[in-house]
């Protein structure tokens, strides 16, 4: 069983950075493939990027792609999304998920662990 908690949203203004976290407890990342989603306000969740443990490839959704980062810490079992050049449209809720593969899926069915959520909002 692994337990996740997101932290680090907050209210910015366009333009400005924001670093989320996802700790993981229970269990090490080790052969996850670790994601980030999220949901804004009427909208579907959606597939922002994720990272494999193994090896930390990344990918990305085409609308972050070039402004948002995730890494990884191995020491402290945690990712994290850097997020630059935010746009209003980025207001969501951010969610982090795991999935016991190293296959990166986009689909939130797929996805075996979920955290809580952390909210963003990007004021212009």
């Known amino acids: 069983q692994v337990q996740l908690v997101e932290s680090g949203g907050d209210l910015v203004q366009a333009g400005g950075s924001l670093r989320l976290s996802c700790a ?3 269990r090490t990342f080790s052969g996850y493939f ?3 989603f999220r949901q804004g306000p009427g909208k579907e969740r959606e ?3 994720g990272i494999n443990w193994i090896g930390s490839s990344t990918v990305y959704a085409d609308s972050v792609k070039g402004r948002f ?3 990884r810490d191995n020491a402290r079992n945690t990712v994290y999304l ?3 050049s935010l ?3 980025d207001t969501a809720v951010y969610y982090c998920a795991a999935r016991q593969s190293i296959v990166p899926l986009s689909a939130p069915g797929a996805y075996d662990y979920w955290g809580q959520g952390t909210q963003v909002t990007v004021s212009s």
Do not use: L
């Open 24 to 26: 993981a407890s229970g």
């Open 34 to 36: 670790v994601a980030w």
């Open 47 to 49: 597939f922002v990027g």
């Open 87 to 89: 746009k209003v449209e």
């Open 82 to 84: 850097q997020m630059n």
């Open 69 to 71: 980062t995730i890494s």
